[in-house]
């Protein structure tokens, strides 16, 4: 009985990892919520770069 339940574990282990499985549901939510938040961060970055960048011309 002990050989015969390892290979099950793996199989469901491996059955979560699958794309179609829902155990990769919530990992491919976290991944796209960073994605969308490193997208915000990065356009707020450059907006105070632009931001910063007429400041000077004004000062100048």
Do not use: H, M, N
């Not at 099950?8 to 919530?26: F, I, L, N, S, Y």
């Not at 105070?48 to 004004?58: G, L, T």
Request: proline share 7%; hydrophobic share 30%; net charge positive.
């Amino acid at each position: 009985p002990t050989l015969r339940r390892k290979p099950r574990e793996v199989v469901t282990a491996t059955r979560g990892r699958e794309p179609g499985a829902g155990g990769d549901d919530p990992l491919a939510e976290t991944e796209k919520r960073l994605s969308s938040s490193i997208a915000r961060l990065s356009q707020s970055v450059y907006g105070a770069i632009k931001d910063e960048q007429v400041c000077q011309f004004a000062a100048d």
